[in-house]
């Protein structure tokens, strides 16, 4: 900047203060630091947004140093540093959605949970199922209905009752549609 320029000119430009700054810098490491988690199934990671290539690439370094020390903290502050030039927006809601934190995914897993108390009241509801996801194991999930019935009555822990849900959840499509009824 020319030493005789108008201080003016400069003061048009807002500038967030230092601290603001840098705890925009810290919320973009922690995200790098949640990608470099998530990089353990690099499937998942692929499925994400389009990281560009220098960011895959310092996630897939940073993944395989084992060891917490300075080297290690060195990359993180890396990553976060070439994370500025990546719009985070899609990547946090790509995250939400791996975490299951998205309105959608708790809507979803909501009917899944309304299919299986439905399912426990009564096992016609396994006919609907197979109408809706054709890919289901039937015998699986009458035999886990069993179970959990039997548990119940025991006053076991709902182990059975639980494997249901999961069944449920893997064979469901990303979104339930339709009400229950």
């Known amino acids: 900047m020319d ?3 108008d201080p003016m ?6 500038r967030d203060s230092k601290t603001k700054r840098k705890r925009a810098m810290e919320l973009l490491q922690s995200l790098g630091e949640e990608l470099v988690s998530l990089a353990a199934s690099p499937e998942l990671l692929s499925s994400l947004v389009d990281l560009p290539e220098n960011l895959s ?9 084992t060891r917490r020390d300075e080297a290690r903290r060195r990359q993180m502050q890396y990553i976060g540093r070439l994370m500025r030039d990546v719009d985070a927006d899609p990547i946090r809601a790509a995250l939400a959605r791996i975490r299951g934190d998205s309105a959608q995914e708790t809507a979803r897993l909501h009917h899944l949970e309304q299919w299986r108390d439905r399912l426990m009241e009564d096992e016609k509801t396994i006919d609907e199922i197979a ?8 015998r699986r999930l009458r035999s886990l209905r069993r ?17 249901i849900f999961q069944l449920l959840k893997e064979i469901s499509p990303d979104t339930v549609r339709g009400d229950l009824g």
Request: glycine share 4%.
């Open 3 to 5: 030493r005789y320029a």
């Open 9 to 14: 000119v400069e003061e048009d430009r807002p």
């Open 57 to 65: 690439v310092a996630i897939d370094q940073a993944r395989r140093m």
């Open 131 to 138: 109408a809706r996801f054709p890919l289901a194991d039937f």
């Open 147 to 163: 179970a959990a019935i039997k548990e119940h009555g025991q006053g076991r822990p709902p182990k059975n009752f639980r494997e």
